[in-house]
Every structure is written in C-alpha cells, then in structure tokens.
C-alpha cells in the first residue's frame, strides 16, 4: 500500500506539471485565449474613441504647490496649530 501512494503521488506531480507546461491548448483546463483576444482588441478599439483623449480640468484656485499645501497641513506659528487642531497625518523633509 505504502507504494502504491508514492508511485500515484509521483504520478499525479507528473500530470500535474504537464499541465501546467502547456496551458495553451483547447483542453476544459487550458487558458481562454480567444477570449483574452477579444478584450485586448475591444481595450484597443476603445483607445480610438474620439471621448478618449479627454482630460479633466483644475480649478484655477487649486494649490499645487508642494511647500504652500505642506505649510497648510503643518503650520509653524502656534496660534495657527491651535485652530487647526489634532493633526491627522504628517510629511517628514
């Protein structure tokens, strides 16, 4: 008995690694590469839709600025730091 288990373990690895090798194929386990096809070519059809390109827009009263936005998270004058609060998060220099 004890055999027989390590003879069929060795036997279904080996199945299972040929599987493996080769997922490519028409078998019930293999990839679904038509389908894979598909959607690649509807992603890329999509990609030359006129609405694509468009980018949304900015406030113009929008803080972009590293500094500025750090100095109004992290005030350095300590009335500044009362009215603000408890301080949630914090960016080390």
């Known amino acids: 008995i004890l055999t027989f288990l390590a003879v069929f373990s060795m036997f279904a690895l080996n199945f299972i690694s040929i599987e493996l090798e080769n997922p490519f194929g028409l078998d019930a386990n293999d990839l679904p590469l038509t389908h894979f096809q598909k959607e690649m070519n509807d ?15 900015l406030d113009p009263k929008v ?12 005030p350095t004058d300590e009335s500044a730091s009362s009215k603000r609060g408890k301080r949630l998060w914090s960016v080390r220099e």
Do not use: Q
Request: proline content about 4%; some cysteine.
């Open 43 to 57: 992603c890329l059809l999509m990609l030359l839709h006129p609405n694509t390109d468009l980018v949304s827009g």
């Open 63 to 74: 803080v972009m600025d590293f500094k500025e936005l750090y100095e109004e998270i992290n």
